[in-house]
């Protein structure tokens, strides 16, 4: 009997799909075996079996795309590196804000594109028949290339990105390879896998889909109701399918350590009296104590405030180091606002509001405060006024305004996060003592903090006059007492309106503000003091848990924000009982947890925004104060901005809500009846109507003029009706940045 012999037209025969299984899981790390004679009788052969005969014409599946292609698998694995590096560098473009924004599609498009390509040398490595050396020299090579990548671009700002283009292509491609290589091993080792992959496909594919359906209506949901969609008012443009909500919190950012603070070693107990009398007592009496006296900010021109490597070096430079001891009295002097108490290795923060405001000197506005245009010129026509002294019972003359500043935090975001504070923030919802109102259509008017701070802050993005003091002055010109915190060793106007003051030796926050804490924010151990401050691993801007002598940087701030309500509203009942003018407060505070490429490091503010909040309304304080939470603008880096349509809207759409007495509720109802153009509650109807931070900064100043109002800021208010229907060019928002359109459907 003859027997079949190989012919040439054996070389690329079809397989089934479990034989082509069988070959490609051979071990791909044997070397191709020796050519089989054409002549070698398969069915005699008692040395060699079926798939070793046929070794040279089985190829594994990269093997085969390599024959096809008729690329030998080096050139082919040379040309796949090319195109990764040259994608890679081609994402690495750089330029300003805007254009990052313009161009961020084709920035994440070629980073998929290096991404894919890597990851097909990477399949062809362990799934592919080679060569040791090829093999080993591939890995070295593929080492090589991102080391110098690397070298090449690691900046961690917008300008240059490189580190953050990493951290996305690592984002992806790790996962997607793991999951390659999960599905290459299963494959190989069960049979029938295939079936049993597109069974769990199918339902995965099935139960992501019912996920997404309800994270879609999730995403329209709020403390007290939804986004609704109203025919003639602007709807979000695309597809806005939030995908960011399959994954599970923490994956983002798992790999970057723990999200939680190590407590410091020893324990130490450290206040400070009312007359300024420090007391400390640490855990092992034996220690050696310092208490190092942090400089207070509040007067320093403007040339030592650039956040740019100079605050925090000027407030390094003036930190005073003292002995302490428990024999004789440890006391401040009057301006002191904290001090770093260190026992051993273990150190912690002690804050005060000081001087008391009993004591705190009156400000007297000078002649070029922000009132001098237009009430102060004679050559300028004074705007209308209104009068509500009259029209409204008033438990206290005039409101007190605490506003919440979270750094790139979106609408979603917050609930995706924050979840015991959104729910706190429903029970401040108590009708007949204080409402809570929630602007679900309310969108940033610029792409980072600089336009919509400057907008809620100044009423403009361009400074129209020299010296443009921010909102806080415009309080503190009023009589209002104003405390500013910063958790970033930042001052805002310095970094954002600091170019438009004719001298750098110019005080500021002496003009706006009575009380200041930054410097605690600005020591090393939270703010680096050498190389990059701003990095992925390390202050303000970090992806890892924000700590601060083993308690995270925003406790520090909020025990202050306690001592400033608590000195405020003591001073305040004080007054009141002797039946003298109290002085209202304006508090204002910044929060960087959002800030961050994997938006993950916002969860661990959850627990002390939700007790901030608490406290606020349990002591009565949102009777008489108007509480603002708020974000400038929404996540602008990570996956979901750079590939998603739903990473887009969110970054426009920052979350932004207004707990408002009572009796201001009522007036403002009763003012838009009688003189509002529409004849429906503003609060209700603001809600869904777009918005901005210019009506943010138009509740501002009507708050600090209250009870005598400019009736063109109340009316560009949220105290007021906004037109139905506006659209973004209307607003003041650029075409660039408009993710909201008309539609006439409902």
């Known amino acids: 009997m003859s027997h079949r012999r190989l012919s040439p037209e054996d070389s690329l025969p079809l397989y089934s799909l479990e034989s082509s299984r069988e070959d490609s899981c051979e071990s791909a790390s044997v070397l191709e075996t020796q050519p089989v004679s054409p002549t070698t009788d398969i069915r005699n052969s008692t040395d060699l079996s079926y798939y ?6 089985r190829k594994h599946a990269s093997d085969k795309w390599a024959l096809l292609l008729h690329v030998p698998k080096p050139a082919l694995i040379a040309a796949l590196l090319t195109i990764c590096v040259s994608s890679y560098l081609l994402s690495l473009q750089a330029g300003d804000l805007v254009y990052i924004n313009e161009h961020l599609g084709i920035i994440g498009a070629e980073l998929l594109v290096s991404v894919i390509s890597l990851t097909a040398v990477t399949v062809m490595l362990y799934a592919g028949r080679m060569r040791s050396n090829t093999r080993r020299a591939t890995l070295l090579l593929i080492l090589c290339i991102f080391t110098t990548l690397y070298l090449y ?21 790790v996962p997607l390879n793991l999951a390659i290589a999960l599905f290459y091993l299963l494959w190989c080792n069960i049979d029938n896998f295939i079936v049993y992959f597109f069974i769990s496909l199918a339902i995965g594919g099935i139960s992501a889909g019912v996920s997404l359906v309800h994270y879609r209506r999730v995403f329209d949901r709020g403390a007290l109701g939804t986004f609704q969609y109203i025919p003639g008012e602007c709807q979000w443009t695309g597809s806005n399918i939030p995908f960011i909500d399959l994954l599970p919190a923490g994956t983002q950012n798992f790999w970057a350590g723990s999200m939680y603070c190590q407590p410091e070693s020893q324990k130490i107990q450290a206040s400070v009296d009312s007359d300024g009398v420090l007391r400390v007592a640490c855990e092992s009496d034996n220690m050696d104590v310092f208490v190092d006296v942090l400089p207070e900010t509040r007067q320093w021109p403007l040339k030592d405030k650039d956040m740019w490597s100079v605050f925090n070096h000027v407030v390094l430079k003036k930190i005073v180091r003292l002995p302490y001891s428990s024999s004789q009295p440890f006391v401040l002097n009057d301006t002191t606002q904290a001090v770093v108490v260190r026992c051993g290795s273990s ?20 002649s070029d405060s922000d009132t001098r245009v237009p009430n102060n010129s004679a050559l300028v026509q004074k705007p209308a ?75 403009e993005i361009y400074p129209s006059l020299p010296n443009p003091l921010p909102i806080w002055a415009y309080y503190r010109d009023r009589g209002y007492v104003t405390a500013r915190v910063e958790t970033g060793c930042d001052d805002w106007a310095k970094e954002y309106t600091g170019r438009s003051y004719k001298s750098q030796e110019y005080s500021v926050g002496n ?35 924000r700590c601060l002598y083993g308690r995270y940087v925003h406790d520090w701030a909020f025990d202050y924000l306690s001592q400033l309500r608590s000195e405020f509203r003591e001073h305040r009942a004080k007054k009141l009982e002797h039946q003298k003018d109290a002085r209202p407060y304006m508090i204002t505070a910044t929060f960087l947890e959002g800030h961050e490429g994997t938006g993950e490091v916002l969860r661990t503010l959850d627990d002390s925004l939700a007790a901030f909040l608490e406290s606020m309304r349990d002591s009565g304080e949102l009777d008489d104060t108007v509480l603002i939470v708020g974000a400038d603008h929404g996540l602008h880096m990570g996956i979901n901005f750079a590939f998603l349509q739903n990473g887009r809207i969110e970054h426009q759409n920052p979350f932004m809500a207004m707990s408002v007495p009572e009796w201001l509720h009522e007036f ?10 529409e004849k429906v509650s503003p609060f209700v109807a603001n809600e869904q109507r777009l918005v901005t931070p210019f009506e943010t900064h138009h509740t ?12 063109d800021s109340w009316k560009r208010s949220l105290f007021a009706a906004q037109r139905a229907g506006r659209t973004c060019e209307e607003v003041g928002i650029g075409a660039n940045f408009c993710m909201c359109k008309i539609s006439d459907t409902g």
């Open 52 to 57: 070793q005969v046929s070794s040279k014409h």
């Open 153 to 173: 671009d690691h900046g961690e700002r917008f300008e240059h990105h490189g580190f953050y283009n990493l951290l996305v292509f690592l984002g992806i491609f």
């Open 347 to 366: 150190s912690t923060i002690v804050t005060r509001v000081s001087p008391p405001l009993a004591k705190l000197p009156a400000f007297v506005p000078p």
């Open 385 to 459: 006024r209104f009068d509500a002294s009259g029209a409204v019972q008033m438990r206290l003359e005039r409101p007190n305004v605490v506003y919440l500043m979270i750094d790139a935090v979106s609408r979603r975001q917050f609930y995706r996060r924050l979840p015991k504070s959104a729910e706190v923030l429903k029970t401040l919802h108590r009708p007949g003592n204080h409402r809570l109102f929630e602007l679900y259509r309310y969108h940033s008017v610029g792409f980072s903090t600089d336009n919509n701070t400057k907008a809620a802050y100044t009423g």
């Open 511 to 545: 003009r706006s503000l009575d009380y200041e804490l930054s410097s605690p924010f600005c020591l090393p151990e939270y703010y680096p003091n050498v190389g990059n401050a701003f990095g992925n691993f390390k202050g303000p801007y970090s992806m890892t848990a």
């Open 668 to 677: 403002s109802e009763t003012y838009q009846t009688e003189y509002g153009s």
């Open 700 to 711: 501002f100043r009507v708050l600090a003029d209250w009870p005598e109002f400019e009736t």
